[in-house]
């Protein structure tokens, strides 16, 4: 089993910045992707960032590209997401979650190829 926790949420004005990160423990032996994915309120959970090896590929979404950036650390274990210029859109429940079972690259943009999910952060941007 794999444990996801994430952490640096917060209240930032618009136009600020956070930077969000998820650490895996327990069974990390094998970890192919890690992802982020954000629900606001009276929507769906949607897919914004993710990071997959080999190769350490980063898609996004396009309403994060050029603002948000996710990397990891030397481990795999630890990743982080860096939100810069954000706006109130961006207010949601951020979730990290990974892919301990390899799949196709092309499944990444979806919640059901994830096989693990952390409790979530609370992003909020207001003035």
């Known amino acids: 089993q794999v444990q996801l926790v994430e952490s640096g949420g917060g209240t930032v004005q618009p136009g600020g910045s956070l930077r969000l990160s998820c650490a895996a423990s327990?069974?990390?032996?094998?970890?192919?992707?890690m992802g982020w994915f954000r629900q606001a309120p009276g929507k769906e959970r949607e897919f914004v960032a993710a990071?997959?090896?080999?190769?350490?590929?980063?898609p996004y979404a396009d309403s994060v590209k050029g603002r948000f950036t996710i990397s990891s650390g030397s481990d795999k274990n630890t990743v982080h997401l860096q939100m810069n210029s954000l706006n109130p859109d961006d207010t949601a429940v951020y979730y990290c979650a990974r892919q301990s079972v390899r799949r196709p690259s092309g499944l990444i943009w979806y919640q059901t190829s994830y096989d693990y999910w952390g409790q979530g952060t609370q992003v909020t941007v207001s003035s």
């Open positions: 990071i997959r090896w080999p190769g350490a590929h980063t």
């Open positions: 327990g069974s990390t032996g094998s970890n192919y992707a």
